[in-house]
């Protein structure tokens, strides 16, 4: 965990123009289900964040983070380039304390697909 209780996480490669999800255990940021979120803010229009409750086993039910990775239109530019982002989303609990998480990734082009 980087310094001031954040987290950090590393959601590997993401294909642009391709949508894709990453999801996130409210706990890996300290947070239970009785914490109560005000918002959620994301620190570029890449990464949309909302709340999910899923189940993690048959009797577990998980409250958590799922981040959209916004799919960008490449017919705008064909000639996008591989970078690497760090996003940080912020959830602003109720009674003023906030959590935040970074997210690291790299947003890529599929330059060919086949299958095995």
């Known amino acids: 965990r980087p310094a001031g ?3 950090e996480v ?8 391709c949508p894709c999800y990453f999801c996130l255990p409210l706990s890996r940021l300290g947070l239970t289900s009785s914490d109560e979120i005000e918002s959620i803010n994301s620190s570029c229009e890449c990464i949309k964040p909302s ?9 577990a039910i998980v409250d958590g983070l799922r981040l959209e990775f916004v799919a960008e239109d490449l017919s705008e530019d ?3 380039e591989p970078m ?3 996003v940080v989303v912020t959830l602003k609990l109720i009674g003023g304390k ?3 998480v970074t997210v690291n990734f790299l947003c890529a082009p599929i ?3 086949r299958e095995p």
Not at 52 to 57: I, K, L
Request: proline residues 6%; contains cysteine; neutral net charge.
């Open 5 to 7: 209780g954040d987290c």
């Open 10 to 17: 590393d959601a590997g490669v993401v294909f642009a123009g």
């Open 98 to 100: 906030s959590k935040s």
């Open 78 to 80: 064909p000639t996008l």
């Open 84 to 86: 690497h982002l760090a």
């Open 111 to 113: 330059l060919s697909q």
């Open 51 to 59: 709340l999910v409750r899923y189940a993690a086993t048959p009797t």
